[in-house]
């Protein structure tokens, strides 16, 4: 059997392998949730939150901007706090009051160490105990003690101020970023209570039988019990054990492989001479719209980090009455999301055709009537998550029509599901126009299916945020989130990539069709084998079992294997550059692909594995060390690879038209050092201060505002704006460049009438 089919086998078993583990876990939290009561009744049987009430409070969070306005389990934003920490810590600051004034007459911080140990103690006993009760007809009721319900009162009549407009949390409301009448209504602030105190609940209750809490003892909070479990500890020993072993056996393959010499390039740039053809051409507008969202999604990052230093203003500006912090951030990241996804798309439209020399009937028009739809889905998305956050739609229109709260899947119901059907006929038109290549028997046949069959993946993975419902329990909703953001974007859009430049690449003559079938299929095997499990790191402390601990540690330890040998893959990108004379015109292309290995490295490997193990998660889970990561690696990786692969069908879209290097040159540096300077000056610096105010005083204090406005990260904050400013204008050249080229094929007088030469399937 030859070493190809057993890589192919391989790629099948793990892809078996890993959603057979995805779904059995999948199942266990469907089965250990934390359980949404009937009711949370007092010792006397009457209700204090109803199920409706929690679930109606779900979808209040939902509308403000849920993840976008603060965090909850650790999930969302970082300048609000994170609403389950901060309800606990004045949960529990309230009940040792309350209890000290009535055994003593005195306030808790009067009291002696010795009589603050022993109500501490009592605390722990009263806050931690499972009093879940399930009556034979199917009742679950929640009973709570006379002081915690007394606690919870206070905690509640805190946020019913804070999230409405009274004068007297206005200096806190500034310092959160939240815009005055956040929720203006009454009642749906009092059934917003209800949903945050039952997901501070379920991470201060113990399972029933354990001693660990539903959030496996998250938040980090030891006046009221939560330290790391044995299990947070132990699996983060062994992850790294993984690492290590994982690493010295990819290095000893490496080192033990064939490596082919590269061929001898073509005397002439194999694409210069081809034609686009109609629906290429059509091609061109997705790459235009990708820049002009990536612009977009620049300006709107600058507003949401301001927001860290002035709160509700910019630069003296109440910008938050009109753009609240959390419709700038939404539109920030989803806007990542949709800038990079359509420079993808684009490229999977023009690279069908041009592999398999067939023009596919109304091609053109699906392209183009494609392209309008996006359009109308990103415009009305983000048309429909202001009004949702503005509070003008009523609950169940908000969660079709505006936001649904869950960070990157945050658009309604109804512009969720037109974007999957966008992605449906993408996915129609691909295979239209790929089907001849796939027929074709040569040594690129496996990478060309690998390439449809991550198109595929693609096409159908987004539906899983379908199986979120409008009040799906949180633990489940966060499990479908992270099928989408994680095996969605960071999976099979990986595999597509991989697949692309690998048939460019051969295409061009610079690298060999047998050398890059081979890699292009170990490559997969192994970002897969690690990929697709590790998605459970990111529900660690979700309401998940403790088996998520055990397999999202080690797996995640393997997705960064072999990110530690990438420095190979981009060394030998940088050489294909000067290949041949005619690979300048791909230059700038190429080094697109060399940043895209660099932050693979340094964002993905690094910076991921920073916050991968259990216990260093325990602890920064929802800083911004976290932000750190989602930086370097979201734009480091996908946004610079999205870059390349534009600029190589740009290539093939503009012919002979003299391209500005100067402009490409200015951006790239631009976003590249741009990029560095904000995460490395700012965001890691911010995240490491907020680590320690976390081990020296609990999670709360480091998403409080004597943490987040302090004067040191505050000026930590103003260091981002070198690297903000140098970033933008990366992305001010890549739009110039852009509309250089536009109007030099607009001055264009004629093309050269030359036949269409494939990227065939047997180069």
Not at 67 to 83: E, F, K, T
């Amino acid at each position: 059997m030859s070493k190809q089919r057993l890589t192919a086998i391989a790629l099948l078993l793990v892809l078996i392998a890993s959603f057979t583990v995805l779904l059995s876990i999948g199942s266990e939290i469907y089965r250990e949730k934390p359980p949404i009561p009937t009711a949370f009744v007092n010792e006397q049987g009457q209700a204090l939150y109803t199920q409706d009430d929690i679930e109606q409070g779900q979808l209040v969070w939902r509308s403000m901007g849920g993840h976008q306005l603060g965090s909850i389990w650790g999930h969302g934003s970082y300048v609000a706090p994170d609403w389950t920490a901060d309800w606990l810590h004045k949960e529990a600051q309230a009940w040792l009051d309350i209890t000290a004034k009535n055994r003593y007459d005195i306030p808790f911080r009067e009291l002696n160490s010795e009589i603050q140990a022993g109500l501490e103690q009592a605390l722990r006993e009263d806050m931690r105990k499972n009093s879940v009760v399930i009556t034979p007809n199917g009742v679950t009721t929640i009973t709570l003690s006379a002081t915690r319900i007394a606690a919870i009162e206070q905690v509640a009549q805190h946020y019913i101020t804070l999230f409405g407009d009274d004068p007297v949390l206005s200096t806190l409301r500034e310092q959160y970023a939240m815009k005055e009448g956040t929720v203006p209504d009454l009642a749906r602030r009092q059934k917003l209570n209800a949903f945050l105190f039952w997901g501070a609940w379920a991470a201060v209750t113990e399972r029933a039988g354990e001693n660990y809490t539903y959030t496996n003892n998250w938040p980090y909070d030891p006046q009221i019990g939560n330290t790391p479990t044995s299990d947070n500890i132990v699996w983060s020993i062994l992850s790294i054990v993984t690492l290590i072993a994982g690493i010295g056996a990819l290095v000893w393959h490496h080192a033990a492989g064939k490596h082919e010499d590269l061929p001898k390039p073509a005397s002439q740039d194999p694409l210069f001479l081809t034609k686009p053809t109609a629906s290429q051409k059509a091609v061109g507008k997705y790459f235009v719209t990708a820049i002009g969202l990536f612009l977009l999604q620049i300006f709107l990052g600058g507003i949401t980090a301001h927001y860290a230093v002035e709160g509700q203003n910019f630069y003296g500006i109440p910008l938050s009455e009109i753009l609240p912090y959390s419709v700038t951030r939404t539109w920030h990241t989803q806007l990542a999301v949709f800038w990079i996804a359509t420079a993808w798309l684009g490229t999977g439209l023009y690279i069908a055709p041009a592999l398999s020399g067939h023009e596919p009937k109304f091609q053109r028009l699906g392209v183009n009537v494609l392209w309008v739809a996006l359009v109308i889905v990103v415009l009305g998305s983000m048309a429909g998550e202001w009004i949702g956050v503005q509070q003008y739609f009523d609950l169940d229109t908000n969660f079709l029509l505006g936001h649904q709260g869950y960070e990157y899947i945050d658009l309604g119901r109804v512009w969720q599901v037109l974007l999957l059907a966008g992605l449906l006929i993408w996915l129609a038109l691909v295979t239209a126009a790929i089907r001849p290549a796939l027929k074709v028997k040569g040594e690129m046949r496996p990478v060309i299916w690998v390439l449809y069959a991550s198109c595929v993946a693609i096409g159908l993975f987004y539906g899983a945020g379908l199986f979120m419902g409008k009040h799906t329990n949180l633990a489940i909703a966060e499990y479908w989130r992270w099928w989408v953001v994680h095996l969605w974007v960071e999976g099979f859009f990986e595999t597509f990539a991989t697949s692309v430049i690998a048939l460019m690449l051969v295409r061009l003559g610079l690298i060999r069709g047998r050398s890059a079938n081979a890699a292009v299929l170990f490559t997969t095997v192994i970002f897969l084998t690690g990929g697709l499990i590790g998605t459970l790191h990111h529900l660690y402390f979700t309401g998940t079992p403790t088996a998520v601990i055990a397999w999202g540690a080690i797996f995640s330890a393997l997705e960064v294997v072999p990110l530690a040998i990438i420095g190979f893959e981009a060394m030998e990108s940088y050489r294909l550059r000067a290949a041949s004379p005619w690979m300048i015109r791909y230059k700038w292309a190429i080094m697109f692909f060399v940043a895209t290995a660099f932050w693979n490295l340094v964002g993905a490997g690094v910076l991921g594995f920073l916050i991968n193990p259990p216990i260093a998660l325990y602890f920064i889970q929802g800083l911004n060390t976290t932000a750190t990561h989602g930086h370097a690696a979201f734009m480091g990786v996908y946004g610079m690879l999205g870059m390349g692969l534009m600029l190589f069908c740009l290539r093939g879209l503009t012919g002979q038209i003299v391209w500005n290097e100067k402009l490409l040159k200015g951006a790239f540096w631009s976003l590249n050092i741009g990029l560095a300077a904000m995460v490395f000056m700012s965001l890691l610096p911010v995240g490491i201060t907020q680590f320690f105010a976390v081990l020296e005083n609990g999670y709360w204090f480091a998403r409080s505002p004597e943490v987040i406005h302090s004067p040191l990260v505050e000026t930590l904050v103003w260091m981002r704006m070198p690297g903000d400013i140098l970033f933008g204008a990366g992305g001010l050249f890549m739009g110039v460049f852009l509309v250089d080229i536009i109007k030099k094929a607009i001055n264009k007088k004629s093309q050269p009438a030359l036949s269409h030469e494939p990227l065939s399937a047997n180069a």
